[in-house]
């Protein structure tokens, strides 16, 4: 069972449409961050968000964190294909220090 | 300010071989982890080292181990491989340990046949 439920899978949509990727934990994280993955290459960190509540934006993406920091969202608007990879949530537990428990991921395809 | 480096980028063994991946974190950062990533698990934590001593582990058998050394740069070993350990190997580092931010290196990918 994945300690952080990340969702949807796959996500394949057209150019200029919105979307929302979610993160759901049953337990509470310090901080949380998301990053993009692209094929035989390592993730690179979009954001770190630690408190709850937290909103952050980078430039059409807005990052939200929980009030009770067991939850996050990722909202991409007008999507382009550029956007297309791999987002990837990753949860630090408290005391959990750099041991970041990840999602299992979110493929996204956005088709001109 | 240079990235999380990583060599070999790919690597071949054979079942029962063993093999040693190297991660050069980020000038100044002091904590590197280790993640293994396939397609059915996902990327899973492997350990943490800080200041040489390895502070975290993760839930791997005893054939996957590391170190670091003085400057920070950090190895892991598998012994004996088995088909399952083919996989992405990433590297992440951080400054410090807690709420620092990881960055990860574009890792390694191992092929066992």
């Known amino acids: 069972t994945q300690l952080l439920e990340q969702s949807p899978q796959f996500l394949s949509i057209q150019e200029g449409e919105n979307l929302t990727v979610y993160c759901n934990s049953s337990s509470v994280f310090s901080s949380l961050q998301w990053y993009r993955q692209e094929p035989g290459e390592g993730p690179v960190l979009l954001v770190t968000?630690?408190?709850?509540?937290e909103v952050k934006k980078l430039k059409r993406l807005t990052f939200q964190f929980g009030d009770a920091r067991k939850d996050s969202s990722l909202h991409i608007t007008a999507a382009q294909p550029g956007d297309t990879g791999l987002y990837l949530c990753?949860?630090?537990?408290?005391?959990?220090?750099?041991?970041?428990?990840f999602g299992a991921g979110t493929r996204l395809a956005v088709h001109p | 300010k240079a990235g999380v480096t990583q060599t070999p980028r790919y690597l071949i063994k054979t079942r029962g071989q063993q093999v040693t991946l190297s991660c050069s974190p980020i000038?100044?950062?002091?904590?590197v982890s280790w993640y293994q990533q396939t397609p059915g698990q996902g990327l899973q934590f492997l350990f943490e080292?800080?200041?040489?001593?390895?502070?975290n582990k993760g839930n791997f058998p005893g054939r996957f181990s590391g170190r670091q050394f003085s400057n920070s740069r950090s190895e892991m070993n598998v012994s004996t491989l088995e088909l399952g350990d083919s996989a992405l190997y990433l590297c992440?580092?951080?400054?410090?340990?807690?709420?620092?931010?990881?960055?990860f290196g574009p890792g390694t990918r191992l092929t066992v046949l």
């Open positions: 080292y800080f200041s040489e001593t390895q502070r």
């Open positions: 968000v630690v408190t709850g509540g």
């Open positions: 992440a580092s951080s400054y410090v340990r807690g709420k620092d931010t990881q960055y």
């Open positions: 000038s100044g950062h002091r904590s």
């Open positions: 990753a949860g630090s537990l408290s005391g959990g220090y750099n041991k970041l428990i």
